[in-house]
Nanobody
Framework: QVQLVESGGGLVQAGGSLRLSCLAS????????MGWFRQVPGKEREFVTA???????YYADSVKGRFTMSRDNAKNAVYLHMNSLKPEDTAVYYC????????????????WGQGTQVTVSS
């Protein structure tokens, strides 16, 4: 059974930082691209960043220069370092795994975590 478990969300002031983690189990982790998406109520899930099997990274324009994604295949984990956070970054952040090259598309991912809330106060 595949499980993705996110952690590290919370409340932070604008300009602050957070690090999200996603631990995966039940899959051959190194064979999967991993992505982070976010969602606010009433809106579609939005691509944030993704990392390929070979650690190539892709970022939404809204987070470029502020967020950094990394992976540790030995730990079956991905991380999202978020700096210079803004109130508009407030959302539930989801980790996803997929055997895809279309990493910016949510419907290309096979497995999803339960999400972790990030709230940025102004």
């Amino acid at each position: 059974q595949v499980q993705l478990v996110e952690s590290g969300g919370g409340l932070v002031q604008a300009g602050g930082s957070l690090r999200l983690s996603c631990l995966a189990s039940g899959l051959t982790f190194s064979s999967y691209a991993m992505g982070w998406f976010r969602q606010v109520p009433g809106k579609e899930r939005e691509f944030v960043t993704a990392i390929s099997r070979t650690s190539g990274t892709y970022y939404a324009d809204s987070v470029k220069g502020r967020f950094t994604m990394s992976r540790d295949n030995a730990k079956n984990a991905v991380y999202l370092h978020m700096n210079s956070l803004k109130p508009e970054d407030t959302a539930v952040y989801y980790c996803a795994a997929g055997r895809t090259v279309l990493m910016t598309r949510a419907n290309q991912y096979e497995y999803w975590g339960q999400g972790t809330q990030v709230t940025v106060s102004s």
